[in-house]
């Protein structure tokens, strides 16, 4: 069974800090690109790591987030520092494969966690 469970989410002043986790069942986490969006209230891409740990994020947490995978624990994290109040959103962990061409063959979502940021 496919899971991806989020957790780590909550409340927080701006400034602050969070982890979220997203522990991913084996099946997929393995050759999977990863990463993590947000919708606020449109989706937006924060961060992705690849299999072999290339990352992109996007514009507006680069210098604030890091993302990062835990092979040994099938888990990816989102480190998120200096948070702001527009950083509030309901975050998403995500798990793509892609073949050899590049074409999408399965995309994978958790349930979401929400990050609430106070000014």
Known sequence: QVQLV???GG???AGG???LSCIIS???FSGNALGWYRRAP?????????????TNYGDSVKGRFTISR???KNTVYLQMNDLKPEDTAVYYCNAKKYNTLGVL????WGQGTQVTVSS
């Open 6 to 8: 989020e957790s780590g």
């Open 11 to 13: 409340f927080v002043q």
């Open 17 to 19: 800090s969070l982890r």
């Open 26 to 28: 084996g099946s997929i």
């Open 42 to 54: 449109e989706r937006e891409l924060v961060a992705s790591i690849t299999s072999a740990g290339f």
């Open 70 to 72: 835990d092979n040994a």
């Open 105 to 108: 063959l399965s995309d994978y």
